[in-house]
T-cell receptor, first 113, second 112 residues
Framework: DAKTTQPNSMESNEEEPVHLPCNHSTISGTDYIHWYRQLPSQGPEYVIHGLTSNVNNRMASLAIAEDRKSSTLILHRATLRDAAVYYCILRSLNTGTASKLTFGTGTRLQVTL | KAGVTQTPRYLIKTRGQQVTLSCSPISGHRSVSWYQQTPGQGLQFLFEYFSETQRNKGNFPGRFSGRQFSNSRSEMNVSTLELGDSALYLC???????????FGPGTRLTVT
């Protein structure tokens, strides 16, 4: 499985934007970039995914580098409820393996007042 | 729509015993995956079932097994429990390969 590298932890002030980076230099052409987050005492939660183009949804934006070797999850205005571990995951669409999410260590985001 | 439910939420077992955990996916979802989360190893994929067939398997010993029923509900079983099996076991469901996975709250298993 292609690997992702994320900082162990990041801090942000409430209501400020947060940029969470992810490196995936060995990404293949069939790999989608997925982001999940895990709030304390909960299961992981899907945030966003993309292939080549930048993506936006109600939770966040995903900026993907032109060479696809890195990406950045953007939370436009962090709130205390966004404090979680954020996982960047490469997900192949090869039939039969797409269901297997390989989680790294993720980035623990702390949000302070 | 109801989310993924897992039962029981907490469980304490003794070394050597066996345990069965249950997962009810979101209605209409045919894929159910299981993950183990420990402080040391993080989140690790156990296996995935799709339409009652195991389609993917992670690197876990044969003591870990599972099955899926015709209504997509899934169970996982761990036999001959070891202390190292203490973990949060998470179940995730999905309509299929192209979709995101929805996780349940997990079952916290403690082996003493």
């Amino acid at each position: 499985d292609a690997k992702t590298t994320q900082p162990n932890s990041m801090e942000s002030n409430e209501e400020e934007p947060v940029h969470l980076p992810c490196n995936h230099s060995t990404i293949s052409g069939t790999d989608y970039i997925h982001w999940y987050r895990q709030l304390p005492s909960q299961g992981p939660e899907y945030v966003i995914h993309g292939l080549t183009s930048n993506v936006n949804n109600r939770m966040a934006s995903l900026a993907i580098a032109e060479d696809r070797k890195s990406s950045t999850l953007i939370l436009h205005r962090a709130t205390l409820r966004d404090a979680a571990v954020y996982y960047c995951i490469l997900r192949s669409l090869n039939t039969g393996t797409a269901s297997k999410l390989t989680f790294g260590t993720g980035t623990r985001l702390q949000v302070t007042l | 729509k109801a989310g993924v439910t897992q039962t029981p939420r907490y469980l304490i077992k003794t070394r050597g015993q066996q345990v069965t955990l249950s997962c009810s996916p979101i209605s209409g979802h045919r894929s159910v995956s299981w993950y183990q989360q420990t402080p040391g190893q993080g989140l690790q994929f156990l296996f995935e079932y799709f339409s009652e067939t195991q389609r993917n398997k992670g690197n876990f010993p044969g003591r870990f097994s599972g099955r899926q029923f015709s209504n997509s509900r899934s169970e996982m079983n761990v036999s001959t429990l070891e202390l190292g099996d203490s973990a949060l076991y998470l179940c995730a469901s999905s309509p299929g390969d192209s979709y995101e996975q929805y996780f349940g709250p997990g079952t916290r298993l403690t082996v003493t």
